[in-house]
């Protein structure tokens, strides 16, 4: 038997019926207003908040909103905020100081501020001195409470701050508005356990707690038959899927079992998942994924540095032989697959002999595509108390030259698949050129061709003609 830590259904219930009091409320306003209620989701931060999101529009629909995409058309804006560096902070707080006008043009608007930035109580306190005008804020961990809390807040018409759970649980069951009708996010787990020392999301996000095995699985199995065709398994370290879960005796159940598990369901769809971290990517996911059909040959695999000492001094327990390792195990499985990674540079501390070894570990991996950030001090974190913060000039200039050097290899990765035929599954226009259709390959990578609205949501044969830095433009066949 093994015990998954699951919101108690009293309490979802008890949520059903506040979601159901204010459904009432939403028909009797539109019949006086003479149209629908709007909701408008805001959302800062990594894939797991745009799931978080897509569940807030999921709540609000059921409490009688349509959802809008403009701010000022709205009767309730949520802004779910992302606190992992002070550059998504700062652009929260300043998008909640714009509403204020709407909120004076409309005073019975609500706003609420939810997600990671407010579940720091620093911030709670933060809006309530500085931004009146919030009618309230909720953590992660009581993200299912959002009923409770607008009608509350219509019927007693009091700001309000809900404190976090004592116990951050997952919450089954809350109904989710997706964005698209082809590439999904499937939350697999909450939190995290690692307290990397840069990092907030263990104190905005809690403990690590798993879903149940047969309610992903299902939830899978719902998008495949819906049509869906590109699956993301999101969890901030999905490797450590399952070893939250107390079990009398004993029986393990881990991701690569889960994945395995998914690789049944028949159809055609690609799973990819993030994120994986390298102290916990082990051989058995690695032969699952390369005698898979349907688990796409793509893996984010953060490395954060390449400096033996600065992974220590981050708290990441593995060194760089134990990376280059995996990477080598990866590649002699699954020949083709595609390696991305996070890199932080500037942590306190780094030399320029620890950023070299960062530069140096670049060009030993050779991966596809690196997500890049200059660290950012995060209060509380035992990083930001740590002696020797790097200057910003230096922190900007080894950012640029990190950002060099990855894009030549990133060119050059991408020249040899000049030629190649590819399977893209479309997503409609380029952002720059309407004419242009836009995709991305099973290793994510962009590719720019000229295409149809038909294509929208399906995969597209095409050969690569041209490939650089960014992008790789292809023919369909
Ligand atoms: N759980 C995931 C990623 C979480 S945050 C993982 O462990 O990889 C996404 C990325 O943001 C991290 O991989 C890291 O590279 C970066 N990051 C986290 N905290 C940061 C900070 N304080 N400053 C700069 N970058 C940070
Ligand atoms: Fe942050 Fe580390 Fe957890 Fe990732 S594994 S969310 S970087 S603490
Ligand atoms: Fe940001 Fe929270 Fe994600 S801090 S990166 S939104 S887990």
Redesign the pocket.
Known sequence: MREYRILPEAEMQRQNGFRDKVKELSESRKETLGRPLMAYVQTFG?QQNEADSEKIAGMCRAMGYEICYEPALADLIMVNTCA??EHAEKKALSIIGQYKHLKNAKPDMLIGVCGCMVTQEHRKENIKHSYPYVDFVLGTSSLHRLPELIYTKIKKGKRLYCPEEKEYLVAEGLPIYRESSYRAWVSIMYG?N?F?T????PYVRGRERSRRPEDIIAEVKELVDAGYKDITLL???VNSYGKDVRSEDGEMYDFADLLADIDKIEGDYKIHF????PKDASHKLIDVMAESKHIARQF?L?M?SGSDRVLKAMNRHYDTEKYLGTVEYFRKKIPDVTISS???VG?PGETEEDFEATLYMLEKVRFDMT????????KD?P??AMECQIPDDIKGERFNRLLALQNDIALEKNKPMEGEILRVLCDGPSKNNDNVYSGRTEGNKIVLFDGNESDIGSFVELKIVRAETFALYGEKI
């Open positions: 990594c992992v560096r995290c690692n990397c840069y990092c907030i999301v969890g901030q370290n993030m994120t994986s971290h984010h953060p954060q996070d890199i932080i942590f997500y890049s950030f200059i660290y950012s001090p995060r974190t990083a930001a």
